[in-house]
């Protein structure tokens, strides 16, 4: 499934695009691949260190309460909507504190460092900023005795949607802008501008967005095209160089104010 949604992006981006420079390569193909080959074991290393631990802590829980935390007998896309709608609240939270929090931004500034928006950009993370939204999503649903089809489905679902959701495709969802977190919302999150790119937090859904006000769609003006980190106009490139940023701050920073890129050898 996931091959099939990759090879329709790779279609409605030369036909439908968003922007049209944002089809050419800026060397960051080759990076955003790697990210992609590496983070995509992610779920499988919470999977083995976690899921084992946090199901004995979930049965033990049901005991205690003296009934089953989870509803195994909803439907299975009901049970997944109410996963998307628990495991947001935590991605909306590390994420926006990513933001917000000058040591975590370290770890999450290689993602927003993407000097163009297109599908291969929805696993261009940090492992430890990707590992941290996985902790934070999977383990309510786990510790509530979640089924592993729901969480699997759960994984499967956020692989897709963050592919539609940095796509460079003109998509225009509608009054669905105020369920899902796609494009149309998320471009804004990539301003380079803080006061735009501060809001859309979420990951999947925006409701939680709604809840705490940080949900951003004027309908004034439209999305920026000019994307990136304007405090960091060069930030390091190169897979290597993306792992190392956070403990190599300083070097950045100094490379801002001088001009300077400071690529990791």
């Keep these: 499934l996931t091959g099939a949604v990759v090879l329709l992006l790779l279609l409605?981006?030369?036909?439908?695009?968003?922007?049209?420079?944002?089809?050419?390569?800026?060397?960051d193909v080759r990076t955003d691949l790697i990210h992609n080959l590496v983070n995509f074991w992610i779920p499988e290393v919470y999977t083995v260190a976690f899921v084992g631990a946090f199901t004995v802590a979930a049965a033990w829980l049901s005991n205690a309460v003296g009934a089953d935390l989870w509803p195994r007998?909803?439907?299975?896309?009901?049970?997944?909507?109410?996963?998307?709608?628990?495991?947001?609240?935590?991605?909306y939270w590390i994420h926006r504190l990513?933001?917000?929090?000058?040591?975590?931004?370290?770890?999450?500034?290689?993602?927003?460092?993407?000097?163009?928006?297109y599908w291969l950009n929805a696993g261009r993370f940090h492992p430890l900023d990707l590992f941290a939204q996985q902790f934070l999503a999977v383990t309510p649903l786990v510790l509530l005795g979640a089924d592993m089809r729901v969480i699997a489905l759960h994984t499967l679902f956020t692989a897709i949607h963050g592919m539609f959701q940095h796509a460079n495709v003109d998509i225009r969802l509608g009054p669905l802008n105020w369920f899902f977190s796609m494009a149309e919302l998320h471009r804004w999150h990539h301003s380079k501008h803080l006061e735009e790119a501060n809001t859309n937090y979420g990951a999947n859904l925006i409701c939680w967005d709604i809840v705490f006000r940080s949900r951003f769609l004027p309908r004034d003006r439209q999305p920026p095209t000019e994307i990136g980190?304007?405090?960091?106009?060069?930030?390091?490139?190169?897979?290597?160089?993306?792992?190392?940023?956070?403990?190599?701050?300083?070097?950045?920073?100094?490379?801002?104010?001088?001009?300077?890129?400071?690529?990791?050898?």
């Design 12 to 27: 409605l981006e030369r036909v439908h695009p968003y922007q049209e420079a944002w089809l050419h390569s800026h060397g």
């Design 73 to 91: 007998d909803w439907p299975l896309l009901a049970q997944l909507l109410l996963a998307l709608v628990i495991a947001e609240l935590g991605t």
């Design 98 to 117: 990513m933001h917000e929090q000058p040591l975590l931004w370290r770890f999450h500034a290689a993602h927003h460092s993407a000097p163009r928006l």
């Design 229 to 265: 980190i304007e405090s960091l106009p060069n930030f390091p490139g190169g897979y290597w160089a993306h792992l190392f940023s956070p403990f190599r701050w300083k070097t950045i920073e100094a490379g801002a104010r001088t001009g300077a890129r400071s690529d990791f050898v």
